[in-house]
């Protein structure tokens, strides 16, 4: 759980960028796409500023609170 109580103004729909695949997966000249960021978004409650995310195994997530 993320609270988020000192700052008020925050925004109710949130936004990231992940990366995650298998653990033994790479890019390579053959495949320059096997891993790729993807872009998400989730909904905090405005009434109580507390979130959750559950975070994908092998897997590089950042947060945009704003």
């Known amino acids: ?3 988020l ?3 008020p103004s ?8 992940k990366l ?3 653990l033994a997966a790479e890019n390579t000249a053959e495949q320059p796409d096997a ?3 993807a872009s998400f978004q989730w909904s905090l409650k ?6 959750s995310y559950t975070f994908d195994p092998y897997s590089v997530t950042v947060l945009v609170f704003q």
């Open 1 to 3: 759980m993320i609270a």
């Open 5 to 7: 109580g000192r700052f």
């Open 10 to 17: 925050i925004q109710t729909k949130r936004s990231g960028k």
């Open 20 to 22: 995650s695949g298998e």
């Open 35 to 37: 891993l790729v960021p």
């Open 46 to 51: 405005p009434s109580v500023y507390q979130t």
